[in-house]
């Protein structure tokens, strides 16, 4: 298999599961802890290139700095909410695994099973 990323936040549940879920398939991802190593820009552009979504796909709106921001707002523009996430990190929906050129949100955790078909 490719190498796999799993963006990981090990507080979370579902973060977590999905880890589980990969550990019991023999996949070690490497594991990026994007609250305490955010992504570049150009990382987070990346990212959503593989994921294949726009950048509000990929807010949490359940996070205070989602409201307190106004990042509901749907004027606001990609360029806005990519910057929102980089001084934000917590704003971004995990996990997430990274797989070649391809990436998806565990939403749920079983999702990261479509990449490793």
Known sequence: MTDATLYHNPRCS????????????????????YLETPPTDADLRAL??????PARQLLRSSEDEYKSLGLADP?????????????HPKLIERPILIVGE?????RPPERILELLA
């Open 75 to 87: 004027t606001l523009d990609e360029d806005a909410l990519i910057r929102a996430m980089l001084d």
């Open 14 to 33: 579902k973060s977590r599961a999905a880890l589980e879920l990969l550990q019991a398939r023999g996949v070690e991802p490497s594991i990026v802890r």
């Open 102 to 106: 391809r990436a998806v949100v565990g």
């Open 48 to 53: 959503l290139r593989k994921l294949d979504i």
